[in-house]
Each structure stands twice: as structure tokens, then as C-alpha cells.
């Protein structure tokens, strides 16, 4: 896989899928629909407020899903061992006699009693690390379909000499930023904060050296030989674990770069994409790390961590709902391809849709329409290509007009965690910009904000654009606060006082392309 574009190919792997979130106004309306049986019901155009409950995201009382993990090699002695539960309401865990047991060579392992963690994480905390050896856990869940699962943990750490090797690759100054500029996107969408963890980045870390020992297809992105230089675990779930994530549940994104770019670049491009997007925006990411690497064979790995939120709206869309300044245009370098035969060719700006608290999509009609007239679009449909059974891509098959609303229209059958039943119906609507400019902003706890152009799909990046940034307040008119020009990478870079309360900040370019956004 070589080097193609400014940045190169995008390439994820998403190893138990998760879905998406966010608002628009509009009550949820549940009601009898003809065509569908006595018990089932609707729910018509609304993004939020958080619902989990209303929305079916909790499982019966009777029915639990636990992801066990299968037996691996732990180069980090773990903190917690245990379980991820999907869908389980944690008041209803507590009460179905759940017990995990960990045991070595002299017997069983001194450790607290079992946590039931509001991410759905059921587990044990290691009052000390384990010593090198095997070790064995026994979960029991009695009165369930699996009453007994059982898996090995064999810890082999590292020598000094190894770990200073990973040195070089862990990107340590580039943490905060690129948790930052997340972040900052993510609230956009009305979610929750992902933390750093230190397990995650050192997995992605030792995962960008093999890469640059090995190259992008050796055998993949994503996937290790262990016959390879510098290996540390097949898949991004055995490295996770290996450096001390406490759950199987997890993911990996990556950039491919002969050319390294600002970590509000990397979130960016991640971002401009179908595939990716859904990953690093799903309102169950908790946690992630990165690691990176520069030259030939360089690339940005940033692997996430998976949770249960306690709270979840019934969908995500992106663009979101009102957000105005949106690309026109977007350069299809993604793997997976989210276009048949697409690649490398230009589309307009991708629409995803992410419904976190269902299992099953079916049924599903997409539209996207400017004015009275219907846009042609390529639809990556829930379980088709590598798309999750939750998920939803819409690809307009050229540009997008400038200056334009588009209304999107996504009505389908879900079957949600609980099992239950119904048809599900969202419409929103997002306006362009000026052109295929993407724009983002990173923002440091020195008040220095960043703020990135590029041509939207490749990463390029839109030099000599004119950046001026506004606050917004819902009483009073736009107040321009700064005014600057990109630099040759892409970036401008300014000095801003932290905004009032309720006062939305808005970059917006030269072409009229921007960003909403506060911190």
C-alpha cells in the first residue's frame, strides 16, 4: 500500500463496532403506524435530548452480553480484569451474581472485590502487578446461556532495551492536541470527553514502529507477523491488551504519511472520511491514544477504547444537524472504500448516520435532496462492505453546490438492543460552504487556537487562506475576534480569551468553508 494523495491512504479496523450521536430539536414521538404490528412504534425526527432509556438501549433484565476476552500475552501486567457488557444497565449487573476469580501458579491472586463500572466494564482491580508467568481467570455468570467462561493471561515483559526502542514512536508531545482537537469536535455533537490512556498509546505506538520497520502491507495496516520485526501482537485487540487495556472492546485508526501533519490535521482527515468518522465520533469512545511515525513508511496509529455510555441518543449524524460551511467536495482515499471503484476520484462531502442503541437496521430509505430535487448518492447500507448493522454512509455522486442547503431524509426498521422493535425516522439539514475546503480547530489550555485548512478527502493543505474567527452569541450580533492567513502546512495559529458561557466561536475562510465550536 503506497503513499498516495498529501497523507496517503486512511485505513481502519474497528474490531467490535459501535455506533454514533447527535441533537436537533423535536420531542420523540411514539405512536401506532399503520403497516406495523400492535407493540411496535415510531419514533420520528429527533437527535436527542439523551434517551437511553426511551430509545430501547438497555438490554431485558434476563438477557446479558458479555465480550470475554480470549486468552493473550500481557506485556504491561493489567490494573482490571473482567468483562465489557453491552447494552446492560449496571443496578441490574449488580444483581445477577457475577464473580470473577484469578489464579497463577501458587494459587488465587489477591484482588478487590467486583467493580460494575459505569461503562459497562465488570471487573477485578490488581492490588499489585502480576509477576511474569500464566494465569488463569474464571468468570461465572450463573442462571445465563454461558454460565462459566475461562481465559489465560500469560504476562512476558519487556527488557529496558525494548521499551527504549518504543521511545522514539510514542507521541508524547501530540497527546493533548490530538485529544483536544477530538474533543472539541465532539462536543459539537453534544458527547462526552475521551480521556487518554496511556495502554492505548503505547499500543498504537509500538503498532507505528512495526509499520515503519515493515511497511503498510505487512500483512496490513492493521494486523501483524509475528515472524516480523518489532511484532507485539496480531490485531489491535491483542496489542491493546498486551499493554494493559482492560477491555476487548476496542478499535484502530490510522494515516499512512510520508509527511507528518498536525494532529488537528490527523482528527480532520479522519473526520472527512465514512468509514473513520463513525469510529472516532461514536459516543461509546472513552478512551484512545496515538503513536506515529515519520519517513517512507510513516504513519499516525491512534487506537480507541469502548464503553458503554449510560446515556445515548437515538442517532449521530454528521454533518451535523444546522452546521453550515460544509465542504462541497471530498476526495475518496478511504479504506475500506465507502465507493466501489471510487478511489482516488472526487465526490461530494460524505453524510454518515450512527444509531447507538440499535442492533439491527433494515428497510432502510436515505435521500438526500436540495430544494425539491433528489441528489444522486452512493448509500453504504447497514451491514453491506464492512458498514455496521447500526450504520449508515450517503456519498453524493458529485460535488455538492456552494452555498446550498441539503436536507437528509433516513427512515428504516430497528431492531434495538432489547430486541424490541420499530421504524425509526430522522431529517436534518446542513448548508455549504464555498468550496471543497475542510476546516478544523485545535484549542490548548493556553488559549492558543489553531486552526486547520485542507482540500477535504487527501489532507491537502489550503495555503495563504484568510482565517477570521467570530463569537457568536444567541443574543447579540457576531464579533470578530481575530484575522489571520494559513501557513505552508495548512495552519493558523492565534492567541483568544476564553469565550462566555453559551457564546459559540466560529472560524470561517476566505471561500466561506468553517467550523462551529466551543471549549
Known sequence: MTGIGWLGRIGIVLLVTWSCVLLDSGPVDYGMVPGVSPGKFIIRGSFGPYSTLANQGYESRNVISPIIPHSYDAIVSP?????????DNTQSLATDHLRLKVSGRWGAVTTGSLRYMSDGFVGVRLVKALPPGPYTVRFTAPGFQTPVSVWTIRVTPWSASEWEKLRPYEATIGQTSYLNALNI????????????????????????????KNGYQSPSFHVEDPSKPAFSGFSPWDRDMAFGWQSPLDGEVGIEWTQSAAPVTVIQNLTDTVFHRLSILSPNVVAAGAGQAAGPKGAVVMDLGFGYRPTLPLAVAY????????????????????VAGGFSHQFGYPITVDFPTVARL????????????PVSAVIDAPGVHGMAWNQLGIVPSHILRPDTRYDVSVQARARFNNQKEGMVHLRWHFTTGGSDQSVAVDVTGHNELTVS????????PVQNEAV????DSPK?????LALGVTNSAGLMTCHLPRPSSGEIVEAVTGSGNSTQFWW
Open 79 to 87: 490494573r482490571f480484569i473482567g468483562v465489557q457488557f453491552v447494552g
Open 319 to 338: 454533518p451535523a444537524p444546522g452546521q453550515s460551511g460544509v465542504s462541497t467536495g471530498w476526495i475518496d482515499i478511504e479504506n475500506p472504500d465507502p
Open 362 to 373: 433494515s428497510d432502510v430509505h436515505a435521500l438526500l435532496i436540495t430544494g425539491n430535487s
Open 468 to 471: 477570521q474567527i467570530f463569537a
Open 453 to 460: 485548512v485542507v482540500k477535504a478527502g487527501n489532507g491537502a
Open 476 to 480: 447579540t450580533m457576531p464579533v470578530a
Open 185 to 212: 469536535l465532539r462536543s459539537r455533537l453534544g458527547e462526552p470527553a475521551v480521556i487518554w490512556s496511556r495502554s492505548l498509546a503505547l499500543a498504537a505506538a509500538a503498532h507505528a514502529r512495526y509499520v515503519h
